[in-house]
């Protein structure tokens, strides 16, 4: 069975940091591209930050660039997005999915899903 498994998530005051994971199941995440999205109460849910499976180039939202950090660990075949000066407004629910062809913003694009962690940021 073919399954991410986010986790990280957590509470922490603005300016904190957090690092979440995916973790894969059932297949190899170095051959996908990787997106981390997330949505908050009442929003759409919007890409955030994605790695690409060939060559590791990666891609962030203007919102969170140079904050964030996506990275991927083969071995361990697990994804990262480390989150560093968080702010109240990257208060949402993130998500990590997977998909075979490139790095993408498109929530249709991707084919697995996580089931999600929740990042609550506090002024």
């Known amino acids: 069975q073919l399954q991410l498994v986010e986790s990280g998530g957590g509470l922490v005051q603005s300016g904190g940091s957090l690092r979440l994971s995916c973790a894969a199941s059932g297949f190899t995440l170095d051959y996908y591209a ?3 999205f997330r949505q908050a109460p ?5 890409g955030v930050s994605c790695i690409s499976s060939s060559d590791d180039i990666t891609n962030y939202a203007d919102s969170v ?3 964030f950090t996506i990275s991927r660990d ?9 989150m560093n000066s968080l702010k ?3 208060t949402a629910f993130y998500y990590c999915a997977a998909q075979k062809y490139y790095c993408s ?3 249709s ?3 697995y899903w996580g089931q ?6 506090s002024p």
């Open 34 to 36: 990787i997106g981390w």
């Open 42 to 46: 009442g929003k759409a849910r919007e």
């Open 65 to 67: 660039k140079g904050r």
């Open 74 to 82: 083969n071995a361990k075949n697990t994804v990262y997005l480390q």
């Open 88 to 90: 109240p407004e990257d």
């Open 105 to 107: 913003y498109y929530v």
């Open 109 to 111: 694009d991707y084919d």
């Open 116 to 121: 999600g962690t929740q990042v609550t940021v």
